[in-house]
């Protein structure tokens, strides 16, 4: 238990449907992410948070929207996915931005795009 | 571009040593991460360096070399439980993480 949790923790979605992905984190941390990991390739940071603001967004598809109401609050919406888009979807946070603090990072959402 | 290589599969022994090794090109250098990641879970983090030389945390020992671009992570007197992916990530001038694909460490009895 690491202190961020995730919902669902498993997904399956038709190329039509929207849904969301949802992470709360209860360390008191600053900042939060949103990550996509694919079998057998490197972690791919898609979003950034920090205090609320969006900070970074590493050319994610616009089918790709986050959300960040509060501090320990993080939703990624999903809307006319492609089957290329199943992965592990793991949210992380940490305590700032700055060098040494390692990200906490949650159990992940198993999505399937049909 | 920026790169993280890591070896893809290891296979150790319980009760032996283990190093996995990852080399990496960044864009600059703000720290090296180890994490570590069972099979259908999060990943847990593991050690930082951000110095030359070696962090040592109980049976686990992180070194760096940054004019090698080079780091590895040992791990000794092997247990079953150790069987998972290690992931090393750089953190890059833009303060972004950059990550290895991870090496999948499988222990034998």
Not at chain 2, 3 to 17: K, L
Not at chain 2, 26 to 40: I, K, R
Not at chain 2, 67 to 75: P, Q
Request: neutral net charge; glycine residues 8%.
């Amino acid at each position: 238990e690491t202190g961020v949790t995730q919902t669902p923790r498993h997904l399956v979605m038709g190329m039509t449907n929207k849904k969301s992905l949802k992470c709360e984190q209860h360390l008191g941390h600053n900042a939060m992410y949103w990550y996509k990991q694919s079998a057998k390739k490197p972690l791919e940071l898609m979003f950034v948070y920090s205090l609320e603001e969006r900070v970074e967004n590493n050319s994610v598809p616009s089918r790709f929207s986050p959300e960040c109401p509060n501090s320990s609050h993080l939703f990624l919406h999903l809307h006319t996915l492609q089957p290329e888009d199943s992965a592990l979807y793991l949210c992380a946070s940490s305590q700032g931005l700055a060098d040494s603090y390692e990200q906490y990072f949650g159990p992940g959402t198993r999505l399937t795009v049909t | 571009g920026q790169n993280i290589d890591q070896p893809t599969e290891m296979t150790a022994t319980e009760g032996a040593i283990v190093q996995i090794n990852c080399t990496y090109q960044t864009s600059g250098f703000n720290g090296l991460f180890w994490y570590q990641q069972h099979a259908g879970e999060a990943p847990t983090f593991l050690s930082y360096n951000v110095l030359d030389g070696l962090e040592e945390k109980g049976r686990f020992s992180s070194f760096l070399s940054r004019s090698k671009g080079y780091s590895y992570l040992l791990l000794k007197e092997l247990q079953m439980k150790d069987s998972a992916s290690y992931l090393c990530a750089v953190r890059d001038r833009n303060y972004q993480l950059i990550w290895g694909a991870g090496t999948k460490l499988i222990i034998k009895p």
